[in-house]
């Protein structure tokens, strides 16, 4: 007696058929087995398939079972194979009586026979229809999820007796249908509003370029001046997800078992804020227990480092993968697995030591030697890809209570919307989508400058000795800049504008 079950395997965040193979001989010795590669979990599927049919009145373990996970060339992990595995077993022993080639079946059972939702569903079920398999049997928890994929038909179970009850034509279910639109509906406004913070207007803009261009950001000041304050409300201003972006983000989130009550759409740009303590792996991805870290649950959205000096300097180094490629790979004695990781880098630290360097009041007490130390960690490489650096200097909390609520996100973020178009348009033939992500060669095709913009940048060279990187962050910067003002080439005055935002090369 042999049964075929389709059943799913996560790679990354993409996902591989797998044929849950059934074979039950009813001669020999009563044993149950599982091979292909099983790891951990999958191993301990066995227990639980083995209780929740015995829980069920099933008694047919008194035969040699053998479970094969097949392709058998790559480890399995997870505990979604319970659910296929009982019904492979049920399958086989004919008492459920029904082909189930263009099905695919993910799930997690309890001893008890209930089922349980499990991580990755979204990319398995993209897979699966790529494939031809359109029918999908899961967990309830997991079926708004797995609906988002249009073309699939998605039933969901609460336990093992349901999917038996439906599968042996006893039970009509409807499928679970949700409309991808209706997540992009009256979308929730972000609860933390540009509208708070009073002045700052230097801060606030380059908050603005940033996410029209998705420029990395840096904020540097003196503790209290607000730059948490102002840096947590960026979300509010990036402009609206794509469709794309929010099943991309979702299939990470998925993976790393982040959809919250399991099922809903990531429809809201990442704000990803790590502490400070964090270790190299939470930040970049599991190798043990492969998962996504920070970094690639941050894609599309904002990573946010505050008091990033204050990081481990490994940690800082890791970065750089993500910054420069937009992904990572975490390697493991025997595999590779890459995780998209493309985020807005925002960090924000003090000026110095003590903190209070440049400040109007408190007087910093550091050495120029302790200064430099301080500085140094932040230069070379990860410097080198941040656009915008920021000083924010502290308001006296007198004019703090004088003054007029700032520009509200609504606002900031119509502007950033336009600018963000302008883009798409001009890399609609290009696989990038902003103007921080530019190359050399797009930098050259798409920043045209007007002469007297150019007789700037080339004073500003004489006078500071720009890299080549120095100099293409401010033609990036130049860019976006134009493009808030929905002008065609860059003009002199965006080119002094871009050139404030240079914290570090000014020393
Ligand atoms: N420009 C501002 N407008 C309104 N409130 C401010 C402003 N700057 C600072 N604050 C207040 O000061 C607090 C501390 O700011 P914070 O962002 O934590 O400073 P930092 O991160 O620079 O140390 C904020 O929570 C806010 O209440
Ligand atoms: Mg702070
Ligand atoms: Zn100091």
Known sequence: MFAKINSSHL?????????????????????????????GAVKESKERVKASLKNLGYNIFANAITVNLAPADFKKEGTHFDLPIAVGLLNAFGIIDKKLEDTLIIGELSLDAKLRGVN??????????????????????????ASIVKESEVFGFEDLSEVIAF????????????????????????EL???????QFFARRAAEIAAAGMHNLLFVGSPGSGKTMIAKRMPSILPPMTVEEAIETTKIHSVAGLIKDKGKLVVH??????????????????????????????????????EILEFKRSVLEVLRQPLEDGYVTISRA??????????????????????????????CTCTPHQIQRYRSRLSGPLMDRIDLQVTVTSIDFKDLSDMQPGESSDSISKRVKKA????????????????SQMNESAIRKYCKIHDDALKILESINTKYGLSARAYSKLLKVSRTIADLANSKDIAKNHVLEAVQYRFLEQE
């Open 11 to 39: 790679i990354g965040i993409e996902a591989l058929c797998v044929d849950v193979e059934v074979d039950i001989k009813s001669m020999g010795m009563p044993s149950f087995t599982v091979v292909g590669l099983a790891e």
């Open 120 to 145: 990755g569903v979204l990319p398995m079920v993209i897979d699966a229809a790529k494939s031809g398999i359109r029918k999908v049997i899961l967990p309830l928890e997991n079926a708004e999820e």
């Open 167 to 190: 599968l042996s034509g006893n039970l009509t279910k409807e499928r679970f249908v949700t409309d991808i639109n209706d997540y992009f509906k009256n979308l929730q406004k972000p």
């Open 193 to 199: 509003d540009f509208a708070d913070v009073k002045g």
């Open 269 to 306: 740009h990442p704000f990803i804020a790590p502490h400070h303590t964090s270790s190299d792996v939470s930040i970049i991805g599991g190798t043990r227990e492969v998962k996504p870290g920070a970094v690639s649950v941050a894609h599309n959205g904002i990573l946010f480092l505050d």
């Open 334 to 363: 025997n595999r590779t697995v890459v995780y998209p990781a493309n985020f807005m880098l925002v960090g924000a630290c003090n000026p110095c030591p003590c903190g209070n360097l440049g400040d109007k009041i408190k007087e």
């Open 420 to 435: 963000t178009e302008i883009q798409k348009k001009r890399f609609a033939n290009e696989d990038i989508s902003y103007n």
